[in-house]
């Protein structure tokens, strides 16, 4: 990746499933958030669920901290709790010095529960 101006940019052309880059997360929020979905939900009795009370926001380590998500992403983040670490994997063919973009994969999502 090319960083420029707090945007990573594609260094080459990545195609459908190429791995943009690995990072792990720290566990004090820096100047860099990046939402995690958290693996317990609890409903409130009368509020709606803010994007807070779903998500709890993390700082990435290293180029990964400048990958913003985006309407129209070009990269999926994986997310493996386990180790702490998050994975870019293309989602659509990506050019050189085209930004890159994300949103959570939807597997992000499985282990949630609701009550």
């Given at each position: 990746?090319i960083?420029?101006?707090?945007?990573?940019?594609?260094?080459?052309d990545?195609?459908?499933k190429?791995?943009?880059?690995?990072?792990?997360?720290?566990?004090?929020?820096?100047?860099?958030?990046?939402?995690?979905?958290?693996?317990?939900?609890?409903?409130g009795?009368k509020?709606?669920?803010?994007?807070?009370d779903?998500?709890?926001?993390?700082?990435?380590i290293?180029?990964?901290?400048?990958?913003?998500?985006?309407p129209?992403?070009?990269t999926?983040?994986?997310?493996?709790?386990?180790?702490?670490?998050?994975?870019f994997?293309?989602?659509?063919?990506i050019?050189?010095?085209?930004?890159?973009t994300?949103?959570?994969?939807?597997s992000?999502?499985?282990?949630?529960?609701?009550r």
């Amino acid at each position: 990746m090319i960083i420029k101006n707090d945007t990573a940019y594609a260094d080459k052309d990545y195609q459908i499933k190429d791995v943009i880059c690995t990072s792990k997360w720290l566990d004090t929020i820096g100047d860099k958030t990046f939402p995690l979905p958290k693996l317990d939900l609890e409903i409130g009795d009368k509020q709606a669920i803010s994007t807070d009370d779903m998500f709890t926001f993390v700082s990435l380590i290293g180029e990964a901290k400048n990958i913003k998500s985006g309407p129209k992403p070009n990269t999926d983040a994986y997310i493996d709790f386990d180790s702490q670490t998050i994975t870019f994997l293309a989602n659509k063919n990506i050019k050189e010095s085209e930004e890159i973009t994300y949103t959570l994969h939807p597997s992000c999502f499985n282990n949630v529960k609701i009550r």
